[in-house]
Every structure is written in structure tokens, then in C-alpha cells.
């Protein structure tokens, strides 16, 4: 992948640079106009020094999330973000990823956070599609009894993700729910889910300014292991369940492994889950 600087300073007085890149079916920050080719779609902010409220030296900060800085899919829609304070290990591993996202470098398109009790996977770099073997791995360690995955993706065009939560519907005899917002893009995968057991399946209409865009990207699942442990876990980050996420845009994905924060996404996934039909806003029940 290569790229360049756009040197803007004559019109920034602060000389801002902004970095595209010559594609090369691979993701990068900008694609040529009237081409449909990657794009830079990670959503992420670090910052080197942030205020330690109990005193004490500054401290990393990384903000990971769905939203886009727009008005239509950032303060309109239905997102989600994760903060990870004081956590040297994943902002160094992602302070590499934008540097080279900037000029030049290397970094690994694959990392564990031990402090964080979390995984992060870069798109496109990182092979095959790492969330659909991170599941695969939890259903063969599970028992087949009081399983739960909570599944909220504006976009779903995966057919192999289709055949990942059958087997947590069939095999493991897991309650699934899915809750999308591009239906009309989506719809045939939809009515595959649909025709699961234990299976619900939701497409959000929005309104036509756009509020209550439906643009979160989380899985939540809880289940009990063969060893008898207990198991919370949730993936969020940039990446849509698509061909085009999955392999060519530029994309985070962090998989994190915390009852508290499981059950804070679940609770916001029924939030939106159980909300009333509207005038312009619905939930389309898919069958």
C-alpha cells in the first residue's frame, strides 16, 4: 500500500495534513473518486496525555468507536464507543497502526491487551475474518444450555456469519437476536436468520432526516463453558458484517472479555430493542 501527504497548510493556518493513498485494493485512508475501492473506515481517537483525576503523571488514553463525526451517523444515530484510560499497551499498538496510516511503517494487524482482558483485530491486513473464528472457538467450549448472542449491525451481508449464528441456534440451542438497519441491503441474509430457532430478527427504519439512525456495530454473548465457567463477552469497534469490511476498509475491531461491560451493552441493546413504533422510525419484523 502506498501513500502520500496532501499538504494543506496554504489553506490551514496550522498546517494540516491530511494522508490519502494510490489503492491498491487494500485499505487506505481515501479512495478516487468514482471508484469503489477501500476506504478509511476505523473510528478512533488517542490521546498521549490525558488528566489522572487521583493524581499522579498523565496518563494514555484510546476512544474506539461506531460513530462517525457526522451529524447523520454521529448524533442522529444509535452507536456505541469504548474508552480505555491509563492503558499503555493498546494506544502504543494503535499509535503504530495511525503512524503508519500517516506516512509510513509497520504494525500488527493482530494484538492481545492482557490489561484489558480484550483482542484487537485491524482490517484489512489481518487474514481471513477473525471474528467468525473468535465465535467458532467459544461454541466449541460451551454447554448447550442459558447462551445469549445479542447481535446489532447496521449492515450484514456475511452469509458465513448467517451459518455462525445457526449453530448457536441449532446446535447450542442459544437464544440469538439480531437487530439491523440497512433492510433492504440486508434482506435475504434477514429472512435466513429469520428462519432459525430461538431466533428474532429486527430491521430499523429511519426516519427521513435521519434521526434514530441505526448504525451500531456490537455483538454481545454470554454462555457457560464445558469447564463450568462463565463467560461475558462483546465485540464492537468500526466493522460492519460485509465482504467490503471484512476485506478491503480500513477497520478495528475489538473483542473484550467483562461481565460489567457485557451487561452495560446488553441493557443498551434492549434499549433500542423494545422501543415503540413511530411515525417515521419502526422496527421491521422480519420473518
Known amino acids: ?13 496550522r498546517k494540516l495534513k491530511l494522508t490519502f493513498c494510490h ?29 489522572n483525576n487521583n493524581g499522579g503523571p498523565p496518563r494514555p488514553t484510546t476512544w474506539i468507536s461506531s460513530a462517525n463525526l457526522t451529524t447523520a451517523t454521529g448524533v442522529k444515530a444509535f452507536n456505541d464507543s469504548l474508552t480505555f484510560y491509563n492503558n499503555n499497551d493498546i494506544y502504543s499498538q494503535l499509535k503504530l497502526y495511525h503512524d503508519a496510516q500517516n506516512t509510513s511503517g509497520s504494525y500488527d494487524s493482530s494484538f ?5 482482558n480484550s483482542h484487537v483485530y485491524l482490517f484489512p491486513e489481518v487474514p481471513g475474518n477473525p471474528l467468525k473464528g473468535s465465535l467458532e472457538k467459544h461454541l466449541r467450549q460451551m454447554e448447550k444450555k442459558n447462551c445469549e448472542i445479542l447481535v446489532a449491525h447496521m449492515s450484514f451481508d456475511l452469509e458465513e456469519m448467517v451459518e455462525v449464528l445457526r449453530k448457536f441456534a441449532t446446535e447450542m440451542k442459544c437464544s440469538v437476536k439480531v437487530a439491523t438497519g440497512n433492510g433492504e441491503v440486508n434482506r435475504v441474509h ?22 434514530g439512525a441505526f448504525h451500531a456495530k456490537t455483538i454481545t454473548l454470554r454462555y457457560t463453558g464445558n469447564d463450568g465457567t462463565h463467560h461475558r463477552i462483546v465485540y464492537t469497534g468500526s466493522h460492519n458484517l460485509t465482504h467490503h469490511s471484512t476485506e478491503r476498509s480500513d477497520e478495528i475491531l475489538v ?33
Not at 485494493?25 to 478509511?40: A, D
Not at 492481545?112 to 484489558?116: E, F, L, N, R, S
Open 1 to 13: 500500500m502506498s501513500r502520500r501527504l496532501l499538504d494543506l497548510s496554504a489553506q490551514h493556518p
Open 23 to 51: 489503492n491498491q485494493g487494500k485499505g487506505c485512508l481515501y479512495y478516487p473518486q468514482g471508484t469503489t475501492n477501500s476506504i478509511q473506515h476505523a473510528k478512533y481517537f488517542l490521546f498521549s496525555d490525558t488528566e
Open 112 to 116: 492481545t491487551v492482557p490489561t484489558a
Open 190 to 211: 434477514l429472512r435466513m436468520l429469520a428462519k432459525m430457532p430461538r431466533t428474532e430478527v429486527k430491521d430499523w427504519t429511519n426516519d427521513p432526516d435521519g434521526h
Open 255 to 287: 473483542e473484550i472479555e467483562n461481565k460489567f461491560l457485557h451487561d452495560a451493552y446488553v441493557r443498551h441493546f434492549k434499549d433500542y430493542w423494545n422501543l415503540p413504533n413511530r411515525k417515521h422510525t419502526n422496527w421491521d419484523v422480519i420473518k
